[in-house]
Structures are given as structure tokens and as C-alpha cells.
Nanobody, 127 residues
């Protein structure tokens, strides 16, 4: 009943920027937190950023802190990831994830901390 759809990916040069979007839909949708993960070819999915649903507090992986910004629009049920100063190592499929209310302690950087996932949007960074 909950769907997440990412968009905004593309091909950019080193140092470029993109704004990724995640649209959430579903009857009586209610989430306390959202996150962004990425997965490069041949690698495991890794945490990028997260945001608390009520307070909008952002959390980042060390590798992207200072370059990426996560934000949300509660009214539109949208979450964004502004990616700046892109590097080749940022090349990956970027996934939006959502955590349903409750469920105990939230480990925001863990794949197990989320209940719903989008299908991803590709970001390719080249020289």
C-alpha cells in the first residue's frame, strides 16, 4: 500500500549537481523517517542520508556530509536529496527508503531500519 518513486537522476560531470526526489504515496500514509541509500556496481547498498519525519533533522554518512543535503516537504509527502560537488565515486543507483511508525529503536544507517523501498534512480558522474 506504500509506494516510493525516485526521480532526478542523470549523467553529470565531476563537480556537478543534481536534485533527487522521492515521492511517497499510499492510503493513510504516515512515516516518521525517510532515508536515501545508494548502490554502486558490484558493491552493497550503503547509507547516504536520513531525515526524521516530525522534526526534519538530517543525518548523513561521512562520505557525503557537506556535499549532500536531505530535505522534505511534509504537505507534498516528498523527500529530496540535493547532491553537489559530485565525484566519480558517487556514481550509483540511489534509493529512497521509508520507515513506518514504531518498531523499536531506529538505526538510521541500516538497511534493516526501513520498511519500504523505491526502485532507484541512477546517478552517473564522469570527467
Amino acid at each position: 500500500q506504500v509506494q516510493l518513486v525516485e526521480s532526478g537522476g542523470g549523467l553529470v560531470q565531476v563537480g556537478g549537481s543534481l536534485r533527487l526526489s522521492c515521492a511517497a504515496s499510499g492510503r493513510n500514509f504516515s512515516m516518521y523517517a525517510m532515508g536515501w541509500f545508494r548502490q554502486a556496481l558490484g558493491k552493497e547498498r550503503e547509507f547516504v542520508a536520513a531525515i526524521t519525519w516530525r522534526g526534519g533533522r538530517p543525518l548523513y554518512a561521512d562520505s557525503v556530509k557537506g556535499r549532500f543535503t536531505i530535505s522534505r516537504d511534509i504537505a507534498k509527502i516528498m523527500v529530496y536529496l540535493q547532491v553537489n560537488s559530485l565525484k566519480p565515486e558517487d556514481t550509483a543507483d540511489y534509493y529512497c527508503a521509508a520507515r513506518s511508525p514504531g518498531g523499536g529503536s531506529w538505526i538510521y544507517y541500516s538497511l534493516n531500519g526501513y520498511d519500504y523501498w523505491g526502485q532507484g534512480t541512477q546517478v552517473t558522474v564522469s570527467s
